[in-house]
Each structure stands twice: as structure tokens, then as C-alpha cells.
């Protein structure tokens, strides 16, 4: 199955967010990612599992990079540690880092705009924390 078959995931927003985040999963530096849980709800789409494979898109739509979950947890935000935050490959040096980012994130105009609400972020928020391997 190559790149076009798979089912696509797309990082952040197109634009550096997005640039910045294919080029850490490339040089190795990202093996984990996040997600809202509200969002793939509101979207109807399943819980990734382990095992799924996606092409990762770049800013311009394009497959980038392909992946494969070695672990899917959907837990509270307050959940989420050192380890995993680091592994987000994008520089941050704790769990605390971490959360400040996704909570501007998550409460950005963009995901507000897709939901149709800006979301309440707090420690029960749940998400949808991967681990994942390039293949």
C-alpha cells in the first residue's frame, strides 16, 4: 500500500505549525502526537488504533511521510508526562510546556471555528495522546 491508499493526518494548521512539526517527525525528533478527543468526535471519526498507518500531509496536502501507532491512550490532559511532552518533538521540556501549547492550541479561533465553540480546557479534558514509528 503506498502513501495515496492510507488515510491521511494532518498536523496543526498548514502554515510553519504544520511545517515544523512533518520536519521533526523526519529528522526523528517527533514520535508522539495529540489530539482533542472533542474533535475527532465532533468530525465522527473513530479513535485511531494501534497498528493504523497514515500519510502525513505537508502544507501543501502533499504526502510527506508515513506512519504507523504503536500506542493510542485516550486519558485527561492531566495525564499526560514528561516523557510523552518531549516525545511531542517540539521542544518542550516538560509536561507543563506541553499543556500551555495545547490549551492555546485546542482554544485557538481555527479549532473553535471547526467545533463551532471555543472548547473548555482543564486538567478532565480528554485526549487522544499516540505514539507512533516511521515506516
Do not use: C
Not at 514520535?31 to 468526535?41: D, N, S
Not at 511532552?85 to 473553535?112: K, L, N, P
Request: aromatic share 8%.
Amino acid at each position: 500500500m503506498d502513501n495515496e491508499e492510507l488515510p491521511t493526518l494532518e498536523l496543526a494548521f498548514p502554515g510553519p505549525e504544520r511545517d515544523s512539526g512533518v520536519a521533526a517527525i523526519e529528522e526523528g525528533r517527533k514520535t508522539a502526537l495529540t489530539g482533542l478527543l472533542e474533535i475527532y468526535e465532533h468530525a465522527g471519526e473513530p479513535v485511531p488504533e494501534v497498528g493504523q498507518r497514515f500519510a502525513v500531509l505537508d502544507s501543501d496536502g502533499l504526502p510527506a511521510v508515513t506512519i504507523e501507532l504503536t500506542e493510542v491512550r485516550t486519558v485527561p490532559m492531566k495525564d499526560i508526562d514528561d516523557d510523552f511532552a518531549v516525545a511531542e518533538g517540539r521542544g518542550y521540556a516538560d509536561a507543563a510546556e506541553w499543556r500551555t501549547a495545547h490549551e492555546a492550541f485546542f482554544q485557538s479561533e481555527g479549532v473553535a471555528e471547526f467545533l463551532g465553540h471555543t472548547p473548555v480546557i482543564d486538567d478532565t479534558t480528554l485526549v487522544v495522546a499516540e505514539r507512533f514509528r516511521v515506516v
